[in-house]
Nanobody, 122 residues
Framework: QVQLVESGGGLVQAGGSLRLSCAAS????????MGWYRQAPGKQRELVAR???????NYADFVKGRFTISRDNSKNTVSLQMNSLTPEDTAVYYC????????????????WGQGTQVTVSS
């Protein structure tokens, strides 16, 4: 299995910044894409940003240049730098990874962290 542990959430005022980090561990053969999703109360989980092993990045439109995703393939970590936060960014942020295990190196599975709360006050 793969364990994803997030850190860095918290409470910040509008216009402030937070940095989220996620570390993957376990019997990992390889990780393709890693990314961040978020879910606000009463809403569906949505993509925030995603980066694959080659460095290609997808951002949600609402990021609008405010967030930056980065990844360290050697450490199996992914980070999300969030600037110019607004109350609309308040949500639980989840780390996600598409990974292969040593026990099944030909099968890619989807893994999720437990989530970290981000609250932006106005």
């Amino acid at each position: 299995q793969v364990q994803l542990v997030e850190s860095g959430g918290g409470l910040v005022q509008a216009g402030g910044s937070l940095r989220l980090s996620c570390a993957a561990s376990g019997s990992i053969f390889s990780i393709n894409a890693m990314g961040w999703y978020r879910q606000a109360p009463g809403k569906q989980r949505e993509l925030v940003a995603r980066i694959n092993s080659g460095g290609s990045i997808n951002y949600a439109d609402f990021v609008k240049g405010r967030f930056t995703i980065s990844r360290d393939n050697s450490k199996n970590t992914v980070s999300l730098q969030m600037n110019s936060l607004t109350p609309e960014d308040t949500a639980v942020y989840y780390c996600n990874a598409d990974a292969r295990l040593y026990t099944f190196p030909t099968r890619t599975s989807d893994y999720w962290g437990q989530g970290t709360q981000v609250t932006v006050s106005s």
